[in-house]
């Protein structure tokens, strides 16, 4: 059984389909791209798992558990985290505080009265945690407002992490880098996914980082699926050529 099941998802705005009956597989410790033009419904495909906006039709299904009628905090508790294609922090906060912020959303017994002070260090333990894995400690208090972007986009991965999430749900991850704060990035990232201990589905434009980071490439054109293979197959497919990906190979 996959980790995560879509079948037949569709999202319609009046006389928009944004999503069109969307099928698709991630087994656990797969790492999952979603490529296509702008306005192919990738993002909207990430509303839709995630709970941000409701389903037209369609199910979603989380380690074989139904997710339709849950919102997105109970999708989060349940496994799932994500990042945003606009970077989504606190500012004011340090780097630090965002992360154990993220990370007491998801412990049980995050906000009793009695017993606070185990919580917030557990939190604080696993913010510490992900921001090493995705080298930040060395700025983990400066304020989050006053990072590099690449160091925010990387931040806002940290935060995600530090829920220890089944399912990573990355949007658009380099959006805004420079070639050099893309090359770190995927670096970091690289590293991240190395061993199958994270199941990732990961949004992304730069082909360069897609064809290194994933595992298996889906491609959305229109809201609908025109492809879904490993990336030499992707890379090759006529259709594929057409819609998007143009004379890259």
Known sequence: MALLEVDGLTKRYGGVTAVNDVTMRVQDGE?????????????????????????????VRFD???????????????????????????????ARENCRIAA???????????????????AAARGDEAMERLGLTEVASRQAGLLSHGDQRLLEVAMALAQRPRLLL???PTQGLSVEETLT??????????????TVLLVEHDMEVVFRLAQKIMVMHRGSVIADDVPSVVKEDAAVQAAYLGGYA
């Open 185 to 198: 990035a995927v670096e970091t990232l690289s590293g991240l996914f190395t061993g199958g201990r994270l």
């Open 64 to 94: 074989g558990r139904s997710l339709t009628g849950l919102s997105s905090y109970q999708r989060c508790q349940a496994g799932l985290s994500r990042t945003f294609q606009l970077t989504s922090l606190f500012p004011e906060m340090t």
């Open 104 to 122: 007491q959303a998801r412990l049980p017994r995050r906000w009793q009265p009695y017993g606070g002070a185990a919580v917030l260090r557990e």
């Open 31 to 59: 790492i999952r791209a979603v490529i296509g033009p702008n306005g192919a419904g990738k993002t909207s495909l990430f509303h839709l798992i995630t709970g941000v906006v409701p389903a037209t039709s369609g199910q």
């Open 170 to 172: 990355l949007d658009e």
